[in-house]
């Protein structure tokens, strides 16, 4: 990674964070992937990072994606690209038209699972000339061995691996910034009170 992410440069990406999928995380705490999912969400929103979000089959098992990320993302989420079952989301022509027409090249990336739903569109995405940090407390698999080995192909293939407060705190660089304060709340109520929308903090 040459250069440190920046809100002008980066564009979050959110991967099949629904229902079922998350019942699949074995890995990590559920509630701790949510809250992670949740505080991406929310400092895409204080900083005004763009963001895709996907989903796959949301009326089979892997179920509907989190009604709690609306709030944050709103319109990402109502324009959300509802795959039909493609594993791979760059294969998908409505994902790639919508990451691409972001016209960012610095993706932060998370995926439900690990090992199924983030490793290979976050290799792909490296491949299609993007910097790509995925960040592995919003993500998760069932198994620690497909885990580990989703890790290192991602790891071999370019993506940098990182975690929800260290990639806040990148985005953030100064936090007397406007919205650091917002940033700097953010990690501090990840870990205690639910995290809710500025409106209904008002």
């Not at 917002?182 to 008002?202: G, S, Y």
């Amino acid at each position: 990674m040459a250069q440190p992410f920046t809100p002008s440069d980066s564009a979050l990406v959110l991967i099949d964070h629904q229902f079922g999928t998350m019942q699949l995380i074995k890995t990590l705490p559920l509630e701790q992937v949510t809250r992670n999912t949740l505080a991406l969400a929310r400092a895409a929103q204080i900083l005004h990072i763009p963001a895709v979000l996907t989903s796959s089959q949301e009326d089979q098992l892997q179920g509907a994606m989190l009604p709690e990320l609306e709030p944050f993302l709103p319109n990402a989420f109502a324009s959300r690209v509802r795959r039909l079952g493609v594993v791979n989301a760059w294969d998908d022509p409505a994902f790639a038209a919508a990451v691409e027409g972001l016209g960012r090249r610095n993706l932060i990336m998370a995926g439900v699972t690990t090992d199924v739903c983030l490793v290979y569109p976050a290799i792909t995405a490296v491949e299609r000339g993007y910097q790509v940090q995925a960040v592995m407390d919003a993500s998760g698999s069932p198994f620690e061995l497909s885990e580990e080995m989703a890790r290192q192909r991602m790891r071999d293939a370019g993506v940098v691996l990182t975690a929800t407060n260290t990639m806040i705190a990148e985005l953030a660089h100064d936090w007397s910034r406007p919205g650091g304060m917002d940033l700097l709340e953010l990690l501090f109520t990840k870990v205690l009170p639910p995290i809710q929308p500025a409106a209904a903090r008002a």
